[in-house]
Structures are given as structure tokens and as C-alpha cells.
């Protein structure tokens, strides 16, 4: 069982940055594959970004590519979202997720276990 609580969200301009944090309870957070997903109102729930369980193999959507890192520290439970050059396009809904897997998912309905959002809000 694995908890997961997101900081960070906020109201930003465009060309701003933001960083959102993701903390971890629970039990081997460190064997966990965790990953980054937005949702906009109406849209769908989409791939941002993830991160392997050791911290060595990322993938991003080709949206934040380039703009957007993940990162882990599994000493102290934690990955992150450094969102750089923030758009209009990226106001939604800020959601990490765990999956114990060998691969990196990017399937949202394949992730265990989530965190409740943290919103962010980009302004013109």
C-alpha cells in the first residue's frame, strides 16, 4: 500500500515555472515506478511524465518534452515535477501515481495507486 500526497500547484503566468512534489508513505516506495498525469475540466485523464524505479529511465509526452523533468529521491520518498516555460495548455489537474512494474507505464488505468491532484492554473 502506497500513499501519495502532491504539493506545489498554483496560478502561474505563461513562461513561468512551477514545481510540483509528490510524497510517498507506505511501504517500498523505492520498487515503485511512479508517474505524472494531468487532467483538464472535460478532457481525459493524460500522460505527462514518469519515472523508473531507480530513477534511471524517464519518458515524457511529447507535449512537456524538453520543458518538463521528473525525479525521484527515494531516500526521502519523493518525486518531483519541475515544469519549465509553463503554457495556457498545461491548467489542469496535477496527479502522480505509483506502479510496481518492470516496464514504465504510461496508461493511467494500468497505475496502482494515486494521490488526490494539486491544481495548477497558467495564465495569459
Known amino acids: 500500500q502506497v500513499q501519495l500526497v502532491e504539493s506545489g500547484g498554483g496560478l502561474v503566468q505563461a513562461g513561468g515555472s512551477l514545481r510540483l512534489s509528490c510524497a510517498a508513505s507506505g511501504r517500498a516506495f523505492s520498487s515503485y515506478n511512479m508517474g505524472w498525469f494531468r487532467q483538464a475540466p472535460g478532457k481525459e485523464r493524460d500522460f505527462v511524465a514518469a519515472i523508473s524505479w531507480t530513477g534511471g529511465r524517464t519518458t515524457y509526452a511529447d507535449s512537456v518534452k524538453g520543458r518538463f523533468t521528473i525525479s525521484r529521491d527515494n531516500s526521502k520518498n519523493t518525486v518531483s515535477l519541475q515544469m519549465n516555460l509553463l503554457k495556457l495548455e498545461d491548467t489542469a489537474v496535477y496527479y502522480c501515481?505509483?506502479?510496481?512494474?518492470?516496464?514504465?507505464?504510461?496508461?493511467?488505468?494500468?497505475?496502482?495507486?494515486w494521490g488526490q491532484g494539486t491544481q495548477v492554473t497558467v495564465s495569459s
Open positions: 501515481a505509483a506502479k510496481r512494474s518492470v516496464a514504465i507505464i504510461t496508461r493511467s488505468r494500468e497505475y496502482d495507486y
